[in-house]
C-alpha cells in the first residue's frame, strides 16, 4: 500500500490561503498514528479496485470539512491538494464510496472505532483532569435535526420534530470522542445505554497509563 506524501509546513513571509490546508494535519494523522492502512487491507481483497484505505480516509477528509454527503466528494476528485493530503492514491466516485460502505459498513466503524483510541494513546494527546485530580468522561444524547430532508431512518423526535437521537461520550478536558451511536429519534434516550457505557469504560482503562480516578458526568 502507497502511503501518504510527506508533506513540510513551512513558514513564509508571504500569506498563504485555502479552504482546506487543515487536511495536511489529518494526513499526517491518518499515516503516523494509526494502523488504518493494515486493518482496512484485512478486510478483503480486491482485484484491481480502489483500496478500502482511500475509501475511507476520503470520507474522513469530508467529514473534515463538514460535509457528510457521498455526493460531496465529486467536488474533491480533481482537487490535488485533496488528494495529496489525504488519499493513499485515489479519490472514489460518489457511487463507489456508496457501495463501499453499504458492503462493509460494520468492518469499517469498528476498525475505525479501534482507531480513535490508537491515535490518542499513540500520538501522546493530553488528557486533562478536573481540579480534583479525575478525569471527566462525559455521556450525554443530543439531537440531530433532519427535517425536511429524505435520510433514511429519520423518525418523530420527542421534541416533535424529524431527527436522530445519537448519544456521545467525551473524555478528559481536551473533550476526546470516545463513541458516538447514531439511534432514531423515536429511541428512548436510556435505551442501550449500558453496553454503550461499558464499552467507554473500557477504551478509557485502555488509554489510562496509570490508575486515575474517572468522574462520569452525564448531560440531559
Given at each position: 500500500?502507497?502511503?501518504?506524501?510527506?508533506?513540510?509546513?513551512?513558514?513564509?513571509?508571504?500569506?498563504?490561503?485555502?479552504?482546506?490546508?487543515?487536511?495536511?494535519?489529518?494526513?499526517?494523522?491518518?499515516?503516523?498514528?494509526?494502523?488504518?492502512?493494515?486493518?482496512?487491507?484485512?478486510?478483503?481483497?480486491?482485484?484491481?479496485?480502489?483500496?478500502?484505505?482511500?475509501?475511507?480516509?476520503?470520507?474522513?477528509?469530508?467529514?473534515?470539512?463538514?460535509?457528510?454527503?457521498?455526493?460531496?466528494?465529486?467536488?474533491?476528485?480533481?482537487?490535488?491538494?485533496?488528494?495529496?493530503?489525504?488519499?493513499?492514491?485515489?479519490?472514489?466516485s460518489e457511487g463507489?464510496?456508496?457501495?463501499?460502505?453499504?458492503?462493509?459498513?460494520?468492518?469499517?466503524?469498528?476498525?475505525?472505532?479501534?482507531?480513535?483510541?490508537?491515535?490518542?494513546k499513540r500520538s501522546?494527546?493530553?488528557?486533562?483532569?478536573?481540579?480534583?485530580?479525575h478525569v471527566p468522561?462525559?455521556?450525554?444524547?443530543?439531537?440531530?435535526?433532519?427535517?425536511?430532508?429524505?435520510?433514511?431512518?429519520?423518525?418523530?423526535?420527542?421534541?416533535?420534530?424529524?431527527?436522530?437521537?445519537?448519544?456521545?461520550?467525551?473524555?478528559?478536558?481536551?473533550?476526546?470522542?470516545?463513541?458516538?451511536?447514531?439511534?432514531?429519534?423515536?429511541?428512548?434516550?436510556?435505551?442501550?445505554?449500558?453496553?454503550?457505557?461499558?464499552?467507554?469504560?473500557?477504551?478509557?482503562?485502555?488509554?489510562?497509563?496509570?490508575?486515575?480516578?474517572?468522574?462520569?458526568?452525564?448531560?440531559?
Amino acid at each position: 500500500m502507497k502511503k501518504l506524501k510527506r508533506l513540510l509546513i513551512e513558514k513564509f513571509k508571504d500569506e498563504f490561503c485555502t479552504s482546506h490546508s487543515g487536511l495536511v494535519l489529518e494526513g499526517l494523522c491518518l499515516n503516523r498514528f494509526i494502523s488504518l492502512v493494515q486493518r482496512l487491507a484485512a478486510v478483503s481483497s480486491l482485484a484491481g479496485g480502489i483500496a478500502h484505505a482511500d475509501i475511507v480516509s476520503s470520507y474522513i477528509g469530508l467529514l473534515w470539512l463538514g460535509k457528510s454527503d457521498y455526493d460531496a466528494i465529486a467536488g474533491f476528485r480533481e482537487d490535488r491538494f485533496f488528494k495529496e493530503s489525504v488519499a493513499f492514491k485515489t479519490v472514489p466516485s460518489e457511487g463507489t464510496l456508496s457501495q463501499r460502505f453499504e458492503e462493509h459498513a460494520e468492518r469499517f466503524w469498528a476498525i475505525v472505532n479501534y482507531c480513535v483510541t490508537e491515535f490518542i494513546k499513540r500520538s501522546g494527546a493530553l488528557l486533562t483532569s478536573l481540579a480534583t485530580g479525575h478525569v471527566p468522561l462525559d455521556i450525554y444524547v443530543f439531537i440531530m435535526d433532519n427535517s425536511k430532508t429524505k435520510k433514511e431512518g429519520v423518525p418523530r423526535t420527542y421534541q416533535g420534530f424529524d431527527g436522530y437521537s445519537p448519544i456521545a461520550a467525551y473524555l478528559a478536558m481536551e473533550g476526546w470522542l470516545m463513541e458516538v451511536k447514531l439511534r432514531e429519534g423515536s429511541q428512548h434516550g436510556q435505551k442501550g445505554f449500558i453496553p454503550f457505557l461499558a464499552q467507554d469504560l473500557h477504551k478509557v482503562l485502555e488509554l489510562m497509563a496509570t490508575p486515575t480516578p474517572c468522574a462520569l458526568r452525564f448531560g440531559p
